[in-house]
């Protein structure tokens, strides 16, 4: 069974245990991903609806900035390399936002930590 996303909630939906400098946000409903919202040192003095109206705060700032995200694809040139290799990190990146495989029946080598 798939897990659902934490929800707006409100406190008879929810448990709000405590551990650490933690108020750990459980949902009553089954199936429903737990949140671990870091309150720090100050943990002591919060009240649980403080803790799930931070909570609710938080999920309505990600659902607005899920609203205004836009995706610009960069797509490489065809003929051009469609990833790198940096040395320094030792591995293979795309250069754009989209890679597409294409098939060829010419034999690749490795050579020096490159494709050729």
């Not at 040139?77 to 754009?96: A, D, S």
Request: glycine fraction near 6%; hydrophobic fraction near 35%; charged fraction near 25%.
């Amino acid at each position: 069974m798939r897990v659902k996303k934490p929800y707006i909630a409100t406190l008879d939906q929810v448990k709000i245990p405590r551990q650490d400098e933690y108020g750990i946000i459980e949902y009553i409903e089954p199936n429903v991903s737990t949140a671990r919202l870091k309150i720090g040192p100050r943990m002591q003095g919060v009240s649980d609806q403080q803790i799930l109206d931070q909570h609710n705060r938080l999920l309505r700032v990600q659902h607005q900035m899920a609203l205004e995200y836009e995706h610009f694809a960069i797509e490489v040139p065809p003929g051009l390399p469609q990833i790198e290799y940096h040395e320094l990190v030792n591995q293979w990146t795309p250069r754009g936002g989209i890679t597409a495989l294409r098939h060829r029946r010419r034999r690749t080598r490795w050579r020096g930590g490159h494709l050729h």
